[in-house]
């Protein structure tokens, strides 16, 4: 895939940060879910470099039961969605980490990049000049993590 961006000319100054974005939300499946699949283990990821799309996907086990070992106070899939992009916090404490959603936050807000991301019942939006978090109900429920980037 990045070998194919590094080919489009528009994209030049963005695609190393586009591939940063996949990278960091495709590794979370892995490092979050290694020895705990709750069934089918590894990601789907596509890609349509035409239609300015990546897709990543995972049955893993979410957003909410990653976070809940090491914040047990967290009760919906909205509030781990919330700490996951705006607090530095790791589901594989006590490991120093924590920071890459963070990361993959600013880089979206700095840049023409979308984001949808979707685990449990919620639903998170991130868009270019935009800093806030959208945060709402997901049309349905999705078991594991869901991400489309539009770039």
Avoid at 31 to 55: A, E
Avoid at 61 to 76: D, F, K, N, S, Y
Avoid at 112 to 138: M, Q, Y
Wanted: with cysteine; glycine share 10%.
């Amino acid at each position: 895939m990045e070998r194919f961006l590094s080919r489009v000319r528009e994209l030049e100054s963005i695609f190393p940060l586009i591939v940063a974005v996949a990278g960091e939300i495709g590794n979370n499946s892995f490092d979050h879910n290694l020895g705990n699949w709750p069934d089918l283990p590894g990601v789907f990821f596509g890609y349509d470099i035409d239609k300015r799309k990546i897709v990543l996907a995972d049955r893993g086990q979410g957003v909410l039961a990653t976070l809940h070992r090491v914040r047990p106070t967290l009760e919906t899939h909205a509030e781990a969605l919330k700490v996951a992009f705006s607090e530095i916090i790791s589901g594989r404490a006590p490991e120093s980490r924590g920071n890459g959603l963070k990361f993959v936050r600013q880089v979206i807000a700095d840049n023409p990049i979308g984001l949808v991301f979707r685990t449990g019942n919620a639903e998170l939006i991130l868009k270019k000049d935009k800093a806030d978090l959208d945060i709402h109900g997901s049309p349905s429920n999705f078991r594991g993590c869901l991400a489309f980037i539009m770039f």
